[in-house]
């Protein structure tokens, strides 16, 4: 009888620690958001204890509502291929957000935000880790009962959707939404996002014969591309794969610093640099591309802040008459 009441007390025990453990998984995963299957996670920048102006408000003449906050500042970004909508993505993520307690403070579409103003108005990640088209994002705040902010902001560019979360909590208080991503594999994110990719560029190219090559990186000061490979001259190279007979001109733009000569050079140089990129890395025929400068005669948006000069430094490729 003692055997069986020691096997007792030990199975009693057991039973406490897997509750314990049990216990502390269901704590572990409270406040979890769920992103997209194959979102990518880009920048993650955490600030122990800052100030952020959550904004609260469209844009107006005088600028965006903003209510001051303290604590601990984490900002995170996604990438998140596919032909999924902004609204598609940007929903689940509000009800998720107000599952969790927040109540929403403001939420707006880019018109209804103010467009270009509110953009760049309120705190973004700077390119490549998020990137915001003026006429197709979706913006919200938050606040919970215990005085924590969150920021969600969801555009499409290009070919993809960007994601940014912001996150302000009260000293101690402070909880951390964790956005968890399904696994995939390599394999599957190639078979699953570039036939997406490829389509949205052939698509863009056929119905407005350009588009911008986003994500570019040049050195600073230089003509010189940051590193070998990016995901828009992938989706190019294998347009120029399946469409053989078609050819393409590279033009390089340049914000307004500096003289037209200077800048029509340096736009030169740069398209001139993704032309021998697409030739010596991905092996496209160099008789099938030309290269350009405009210099600065072709800006998308204003020169006269930094976050235009930056929207307006840009290489486009043109779909030229095929040979």
Known sequence: MSEMLRILVRLRALLGAMAVVLCLVSSASA??????????????RDMPFARYNVPVGPWRDSGVAMDLA?????????????GQTTLQIFDPLRAQIEEQGYEVLFQCHDVQCGGFD??????????????????????????????????????????????????????????IVTPTVSPQTETE????VQPDVDQDLSSRLFSESHAVLAGLEFQSGSTTLAQERYESLDALATFMEVHSDQRILLVGHTDTVGSLS????????????????????????????EAAGAGYLAPLTTNQDAAGREVNRRVEVVLLPPR
């Open 31 to 44: 406040g979890e958001l769920a992103l997209p299957l194959g979102a990518n996670s880009l920048a993650h």
């Open 70 to 82: 303290e604590g601990r500042v984490l900002r995170r970004t996604w990438r998140i291929n596919g």
């Open 118 to 175: 509110f953009r760049f108005a309120i705190d973004v990640v700077p390119a490549p880790d998020m990137a915001v088209d003026f006429g197709d994002y979706l913006f919200l705040s938050a606040k919970s009962a215990t005085s924590e902010f969150i920021t969600l902001l969801v555009s499409r560019f290009g070919r993809a959707n960007f994601v940014q979360l912001v996150e302000v909590g009260t000293g101690d208080a402070n909880v």
């Open 189 to 192: 994110r190639r078979h699953a």
């Open 262 to 289: 200077t800048n029509t050079a340096l736009s030169l140089a740069r398209a001139e640099a993704v032309r021998n990129q697409l030739q010596q890395i991905y092996g496209v025929d160099r008789s099938r591309m």
